[in-house]
């Protein structure tokens, strides 16, 4: 079963039907029980850091989040949160990446950065059957500098992670779960991937 945890984030119906074309079971839930019983997790991805991570903390599910050992994939703001830092609010997060999280300042492009971009991959298993410089979604105005645990990067005027990894936690910028075909077969890479 695939845990995708509800913080009170946006819209997050074509997360789950991402997830239910897969093939697998879902339950949207904040229930610490739930989430430490799953297969697999997503912190899916649509809001403002401080805010997250204040949710996460009312909601007691930031120890349940980082003592995980099942692979666990961050979208978006939920990779963001799972980095150290973000300017966005001067927000603390979880420091599963030791990533920083800054405002997009590439020059002549638009702030948010919205539609479709490539992302460039250093052999991730992640991108298994996706050909290197493939076009997915992305919807952002910050997102993580490159650093130890970046595995892919996108240019936008200035180049930065869109993808992370440290162990069982993944992270995306884009959003798979609305990049057509290519997302498609990047979430049910992750979400067929083995557990530690």
């Not at 079971?25 to 899916?44: F, G, N, W, Y």
């Not at 204040?54 to 994939?73: A, D, H, M, Q, S």
């Not at 966005?88 to 971009?117: A, Y």
């Amino acid at each position: 079963m695939v845990a995708i945890i509800d913080y009170g984030s946006g819209n997050i119906f074509s997360l789950c039907n991402a997830v239910k074309r897969a093939g697998f079971e879902h339950e949207v839930t904040s229930d610490t029980r739930v989430i430490q019983q799953a297969d697999k997790v997503i912190l899916p991805g649509v809001g403002e850091a401080s805010e997250v991570m204040r949710e996460i903390e009312n909601r007691g599910i930031r120890e349940t989040i980082l003592n995980l050992k099942v692979p666990v994939l961050g979208i978006c703001i939920g990779m963001q949160v799972l980095c150290s830092y973000s300017s966005e609010g001067d927000t603390k997060c979880l420091g599963v990446f030791p990533e920083s999280v800054q405002r997009l300042r590439g020059e002549g492009v638009k702030i948010p950065h919205m539609g479709w971009n490539r992302v460039n991959y250093s052999g991730s298993a992640l991108f298994e059957g996706i050909k290197n410089g493939e076009w997915f979604y992305f919807v952002h105005s910050f997102a993580p500098e490159s650093g130890i645990c970046t595995e892919a990067v996108t240019d936008y005027g200035v180049e930065f992670a869109s993808v992370l990894a440290n162990e069982n936690f993944f992270g995306t910028q884009f959003h798979p779960e609305k990049s057509g075909r290519v997302g498609d077969r990047f979430l049910k890479n992750f979400l067929t991937i083995n557990s530690k």
